[in-house]
T-cell receptor, first 115, second 111 residues
Framework: DAGITQSPRHKVTETGTPVTLRCHQTENHRYMYWYRQDPGHGLRLIHY???????DKGEVSDGYSVSRSKTEDFLLTLESATSSQTSVYFC??????????????FGPGTRLTVL | SQQGEEDPQALSIQEGENATMNCSYK?????LQWYRQNSGRGLVHLILIRSNEREKHSGRLRVTLDTSKKSSSLLITASRAADTASYFC???????????FGQGTILTVHP
């Protein structure tokens, strides 16, 4: 699994509370991504990072923020959790860009329930 | 919006049979990837096919790409119960290695 861990693996929280999910990688991959997976929608990109302190929005970024202060860690924060953010969240990494670097490696996922 | 769309949404077969899944996409691409997801796990990369390739093999997997029809297919030959999983196609986004995933095909292989 390319040394990608996510924490926590499961979390139940209440509407309005802030939540931070952590992705940690040991592969020194430059690119990191946060996806959410919901029935009927497949995987959708929330935010991504193309280097330390370099991040940008993905397809479904509203209500989420990210930070990457070092290569190995990529944090996803739900500033005020809503029930619509109940989902399974996956972190992924990619070594680089260009030919030979297209494969993404995924973490085991975090199941988040917002009550 | 989804770039890739898989068909069928679900497929149920017996062990030993072949399984074929299709992916259609909307815009020009320079490569297309297939991933597998076992229940409760993260996605695992299976194979990448480039736009200048029409067919690619990896073990029991055969992937085809038809850029004129904007479609790809994944064939799993001699399927096994362990092949039971969801299969996703993914196409490149505009930059930074971003991928757009389809909704996936759920494959069930009965022993």
């Amino acid at each position: 699994d390319a040394g990608i861990t996510q924490s926590p693996r499961h979390k139940v929280t209440e509407t309005g509370t802030p939540v931070t999910l952590r992705c940690h990688q040991t592969e020194n991959h430059r690119y990191m991504y946060w996806y959410r997976q919901d029935p009927g929608h497949g995987l959708r990109l929330i935010h991504y990072s193309y280097g330390v302190k370099d991040t940008d929005k993905g397809e479904v970024s509203d209500g989420y923020s990210v930070s990457r202060s070092k290569t190995e860690d990529f944090l996803l924060t739900l500033e005020s959790a809503t029930s619509s953010q109940t989902s399974v969240y996956f972190c992924a990494t990619q070594q680089g860009r260009g030919s030979g670097y297209n494969e993404q490696f995924f973490g085991p996922g975090t199941r988040l329930t917002v009550l | 919006s989804q770039q890739g769309e898989e068909d069928p949404q679900a497929l149920s077969i017996q062990e030993g049979e072949n399984a074929t899944m299709n992916c259609s996409y909307k815009t020009s691409i320079n490569n297309l990837q297939w991933y597998r997801q076992n229940s409760g796990r993260g996605l695992v990369h299976l194979i990448l096919i480039r736009s200048n390739e029409r067919e690619k093999h990896s073990g029991r997997l055969r992937v085809t790409l038809d850029t004129s029809k904007k479609s790809s297919s994944l064939l799993i030959t001699a399927s096994r119960a362990a092949d039971t999983a969801s299969y996703f196609c993914a196409t490149p986004g505009t930059s930074y290695g971003k991928l757009t995933f389809g909704q996936g095909t759920i494959l069930t292989v009965h022993p």
